[in-house]
């Protein structure tokens, strides 16, 4: 049985470059995304397995070209779209290669049962589930049967979509790690639309890890959803948004996915746990606080006036300002110069 042993509470976010289309047909393109991922420090590399005939038919009328102004595709004919975008089964071995070459996982989401099969051959280590496949039970049944670890993601789908298709994917008795990600199935998506709140929820829910497959721009709603819980962050991924692609939109680019990679493990270093009082690192700053000095020097039977000898200032030596109402008015029983802290042994 083979297990993703770096995902959860106790390691860094998963970071994974979903490369979909944004090679545009070219695999030195290709190539150099998983080389540009690699080098931002992403934790894996994903995919997306199928060809125009095996997610759609070829039909240019009707359901089968897309009809919203809204979307980056408007117009396009589902089966060239997906001509253009699909990556060539040829080209998954180098590029899986090349990830192995530079220590970056490299596995991917099949849309049917024929390309489970072929990634079978690759041996890759784990299955990506998209949104849009997730009602897909044959498909959920002939992936989980493999044994191998299952990310899938919950855009659409509602609590019973969702006791659905998890219930499909453990009935078969041979997958022993699910993870879910929320999902907003918009290109581009609104963090309006995130409802990162149904992380935790989602985790309490089916008991499993729940991360982040994020279609917004930039990286701040993938960092809140690490703040929330979130152990695995998915974002598309292109070298250059300048240089189109049917997801380069909504793609990071380098610098930007670096970004994410250092700024989600600090997100997740800062959650920590439950403590109040001095931290290990606060423990020579707490000479910084207010106590007691004496501000003036005394002679013995002096009286102690707030304000005047008697002051609440820093460093923290003395003792805490919470009793000043013992000291004002009380006499000093020997000199003291100014500077002195004030103690308990002070007064006569």
Not at 46 to 59: C, E, M, P, R, S
Not at 68 to 93: C, F, Q, R, V
Not at 205 to 224: M, P, W
Not at 245 to 257: C, Q
Request: charged fraction near 25%; charge should be negative; proline fraction near 5%.
């Amino acid at each position: 049985m083979k297990e993703l042993l770096n995902i959860g509470h106790n390691h860094p976010p998963f970071i994974i470059a979903e490369m979909s289309g944004n090679h545009n047909q070219s695999l030195d393109r290709a190539l150099s995304i998983v080389d540009a991922a690699a080098e931002a420090g992403a934790h894996a590399l994903k995919l997306q397995t199928y060809t125009a005939d095996t997610i759609t038919l070829d039909v240019g009328t009707g359901d089968f070209v897309i009809d919203d102004p809204k979307s980056l595709w408007n117009g396009e004919k589902l089966y060239d779209l997906y001509k253009k975008a699909h990556t060539p089964w040829e080209w998954h071995k180098p590029i899986f290669d090349r990830c192995k070459k530079l220590g970056i996982m490299a596995f991917s989401t099949p849309f049917d049962e024929t390309a489970v099969d072929f990634l079978e051959k690759l041996d890759v280590p784990l299955y990506k589930i998209a949104s849009f496949e997730s009602n897909h039970l044959p498909l959920l049944r002939k992936i989980a049967s493999t044994g191998k670890p299952i990310i899938m993601s919950t855009g659409m789908a509602n609590v019973s979509d969702l006791a659905e298709a998890v219930d499909t994917i453990r009935s078969v008795g041979k997958n022993n790690q699910l993870i879910l990600l929320k999902c907003t199935s918009a290109y581009p998506a609104s963090p309006t639309d995130a409802n990162l709140k149904t992380i935790a929820h989602m985790r309490d829910l089916f008991n499993c890890e729940v991360g982040l497959s994020d279609h917004t721009a930039g990286i701040g709603v993938a960092l809140a959803a690490v703040a929330l819980g979130a152990t695995v962050i998915e974002k598309h991924f292109t070298t250059s948004r300048a240089d189109g692609g049917v997801d380069a939109a909504f793609s990071l680019e380098p610098l930007e996915l670096a970004s994410l990679v250092l700024e989600s493990e600090r997100v997740w270093q800062s959650l920590g746990k439950v403590v109040y009082g001095p931290t290990a690192g606060e423990t020579e700053s707490v000479q910084f606080r207010r106590s007691m000095y004496i501000s003036k020097d005394l002679k013995p039977g002096d009286k102690l006036v707030y304000g005047d000898n008697l002051r609440i200032v820093r460093p923290g030596y003395g003792l805490p300002p919470k009793y000043l109402d013992i000291f004002e008015g009380q006499k000093v029983k020997n000199a003291v110069k100014a500077g002195t802290r004030v103690i308990w042994d002070l007064l006569g």
